[in-house]
DNA sequence: TCTAAACTTGACCATTTTGGTCAGGTATGT
DNA sequence: ACATACCTGACCAAAATGGTCAAGTTTAGA
């Protein structure tokens, strides 16, 4: 089980951004100097940020992204669900009835696939962007 | 994050082996055809599971495989450990004092990826062979 | 003793996912 | 007009995944 790339730098960005975006608008190239993350990479990670109204844009010169909710309401699941940084325990579709490869019944550890998967989502949906800020003011970098 | 095949195999295999193994060893072919797993592929599995003495084997006619431990002792973690399938959520070597590709320091994020790592890890902990014995006596196959 | 069941070992491989890069474009403050 | 910075989509190399395959060795039972 591992946390890709993608879902860390998507919250490490948005960690930086919350911390810089009290009067302007903070652009990605600051961004991707700070945190040490590719330019072209955070281009595509801010699209679906856009996209699922977690930041907004501003176009032109002293352009930028700023946060589109209250660092409160940014849930991790909410920025995790937006790269699509999915939690998955389970091969088959959730939904379905049936099991893996269309077998006919659930495999015999599949409670305990959906307990797992509870349990870390759990954590996602219990921290937001704002514990994040409180948490690091310290190690400020 | 998803958990892959081998740890889920591995469990399932295990759990279905610790149901059956009161009188005979258990054949993997046997695991194979109740759970629906490639022979091959549990062969490389059990190998693993064998090294870090989680089960005994059986050679010859009529062998298989034997749990070696109480299925009260034996934990997910010990089962993932032995199998490689390892919650990771940083990029960087955790001892290292270093941060990512060899930067001075720690990612702003670092800490809360470390609690997520032990949130998960804690789930493992507390979870023996055992505990799925019992949840799963209803829902047996 | 012969044979089949079952463990053992190690090489091999196709597909998918990851973690990006690159090449254009468009909008806008100065 | 021009530099800055967002926007879009194609493209790609490397790693991980989820296996397969081949060639053994060991041992119970006929
Ligand atoms: S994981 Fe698919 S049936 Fe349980
Ligand atoms: S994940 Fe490597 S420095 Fe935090």
Redesign the pocket.
């Known amino acids: 089980m591992?946390l890709?790339?993608?879902g860390r730098y998507a919250v490490m960005a948005l960690v930086d951004l919350a911390r810089f975006d009290n009067i302007n608008?903070v652009?990605?190239?600051d961004i991707s100097l700070r945190q040490g993350i590719?330019l072209?990479?955070l281009?595509?990670i801010?699209?679906k940020l856009?996209k699922n109204e977690i930041v907004k844009?501003?176009?032109?010169?002293?352009?930028?992204?700023v946060l589109n909710k209250n660092p409160n309401d940014i849930k991790l699941t909410n920025i995790f669900h937006a790269v699509d940084e999915k939690v998955k325990t389970v091969q088959c579709k959730k939904e379905s009835k049936k099991g893996c490869n269309g077998k006919a019944t659930k495999c015999i550890t599949h409670n305990l696939w959906d307990e797992l998967e509870i349990h870390i989502n759990t954590f996602f949906e219990n921290k937001s962007l704002k514990d994040l800020l409180n948490n690091n003011k310290d190690t400020r970098v």
């Open positions: 591992k890709t790339s993608k608008p652009s990605l190239r590719s072209d990479y281009e595509q801010f699209s856009k844009s501003i176009r032109g010169t002293q352009g930028g992204y």
